[in-house]
């Protein structure tokens, strides 16, 4: 008779096992589900916070080269593509135009390499095509990419440039000049040409929202 008693309490908590199972799974995944999505809103919140912190610091900066322009979202930075170029949330409606100048608090970013309707492409300072008129100390030159590093070459005169001078952007193009793009980090001259590295001054992993400063019309 305790032996059947027994079986009859065993089958009575296999029972309750299997149908508790269910209900004690549905209550776990559902708890994880609202950990999980409790840490997402979290990180969007966070990343909101950020975002809007550095648009009020945008619009709220008293420098010249940003005084006149349009403020944008940067919506697509294609990794595949990163230090080539991004795009931005502006585009013909804001009347952009192609060769218009991007930059930000740090400095120089990039130009407007294609305008659509709601969005523009903008060839980064870091891109392998750029070519770009720099003042550095008392003398002028044109910056390129080469390899892996930004390199002045083609420099006006022989005056010694040395480590951490400013580099700023010409007034010998439509771009306009006195943005800053970076200091000399390496000296590379040789006998037959005088060869500067530069480190830019905005940090490209970084970037969210930007300035669109118009080119100069000549015409």
Do not use: W
Not at 11 to 28: M, Q
Not at 52 to 75: A, Q, R, T
Not at 147 to 154: F, M, R
């Amino acid at each position: 008779m305790k032996k059947s008693l027994g079986y009859i309490i065993l089958a009575f908590i296999l029972l309750f096992l299997f149908v508790g199972k269910d209900i004690l799974c549905s209550y776990l995944s559902k708890k994880d589900f609202n950990l999980e999505k409790s840490i997402v809103l979290d990180t969007e919140y966070q990343n909101l916070k950020k975002e809007y912190e550095e648009l009020l610091k945008i619009n709220d900066l008293d420098i010249p080269y940003i005084k006149e322009g349009i403020v944008s979202k940067v919506i697509i930075h294609d990794p595949y593509l990163f230090f080539e170029e991004m795009t931005i949330l502006k585009g013909k409606k804001e009347g952009i135009k192609e060769q218009d100048v991007i930059v930000n608090e740090s400095g120089y970013i990039g130009r407007v390499k294609k305008v659509l309707e709601n969005s523009s492409q903008i060839e980064l300072l870091t891109s392998s095509n750029t070519i770009l008129s720099v003042k550095v100390g008392n003398s002028y030159g044109i910056l390129k990419k080469e390899g892996e590093k930004l390199v002045i070459g083609d420099i006006t005169s022989k005056e010694e440039i040395k480590k951490d001078t400013i580099v700023y952007t010409s007034s010998f193009t439509n771009i306009p000049s006195e943005i800053p793009v970076g200091k000399v980090s390496e000296i590379l001259s040789n006998t037959l040409e005088q060869k500067i590295v530069i480190e830019p001054f905005v940090d490209f992993n970084n970037i969210n929202y930007v300035f669109v400063r118009k080119s100069i019309s000549y015409e």
